[in-house]
């Protein structure tokens, strides 16, 4: 059971470079959601999917773009990658609604040099 | 802005010894979950607590809520060396489209000594 599967785990991009982060759930959920944790600042909500076929913007979404690919998978898109960007993106899931855990990938490591 | 501040933000035991960790936050909630994050990994929820509740038990974890005073604190008893990780309290605000938005502490380094 692999739960959350995040893909790649490391990558390091040039500034201006464009990249997409994969995210990937086997747990049948609705919500489906993008977080970048950078040190001493916790987890950050990019974007969310409440359910397949929408998305919203979270706290902090300037320069990321998502898609909602079927229930499964959800994308996180960096057009054009900043050095503001480097940071540690988690991918979670959950079932749909208030009053639910989320589970958590492992993460990508991003270094935009 | 970060809804939750934890305190301490490091926090140093002897194994068998009680670790507590204690969350402040400023809006309304519909619940307060707490995830544990070890070296590297992603977080892992360990206990989710709704407004409604005062105290919650998982195991060693204890957890309890006032909502009058916007705080919650977690309690691990009898400590471990595998209990040695990073903490972070999420809320999950009350009211408007936010459902299953969580908002983020900074979170608290607990190191268990052997």
């Known amino acids: 059971n692999a739960g959350v599967t995040q893909t790649p785990k490391f990558q390091v991009l040039k500034t201006g470079q464009s990249m997409t982060l994969q995210c990937a759930q086997d747990?049948?959920?609705?919500?489906m959601y993008w977080y970048r944790q950078d040190p001493g600042m916790g987890l950050r909500l990019i974007y969310y999917s409440a359910s397949e076929g929408t998305t919203d913007k979270g706290e902090v979404p300037n320069g990321y773009n998502v898609s909602r690919l079927n229930k499964r998978e959800f994308s996180l898109r960096l057009e054009s990658a900043a050095p503001s960007q480097t940071s540690v993106y988690f991918c979670?899931?959950?079932?749909?609604?208030?009053?639910?855990?989320?589970?958590f990938g492992d993460g990508t490591r991003l270094s935009i040099l | 802005s970060q809804q939750g501040e934890e305190d301490p933000q490091a926090l140093s035991i002897q194994e068998g010894e009680n670790a507590t960790m204690n969350c402040s936050y400023k809006t309304s909630i519909n619940n307060l979950q707490w995830y544990r994050q070890n070296s590297g990994r992603g977080l892992v929820h360990l206990i989710l607590i709704r407004s409604n509740e005062r105290e919650k038990h998982s195991g060693r974890l204890r957890v309890t809520l006032d909502t009058s005073k916007k705080s919650s604190s977690l309690l691990i008893t009898a400590s471990r060396a595998a209990d040695t990780a990073s903490y972070f309290c999420?809320?999950?605000?009350?009211?408007?489209?936010?459902?299953?938005?969580?908002?983020f502490g900074q979170g608290t380094i607990l190191t268990v000594h052997p």
């Open positions: 979670a899931s959950s079932e749909q609604g208030s009053n639910q855990p989320q589970h």
């Open positions: 999420a809320t999950d605000r009350r009211g408007g489209t936010s459902y299953g938005k969580l908002t």
């Open positions: 747990m049948n959920h609705n919500s």
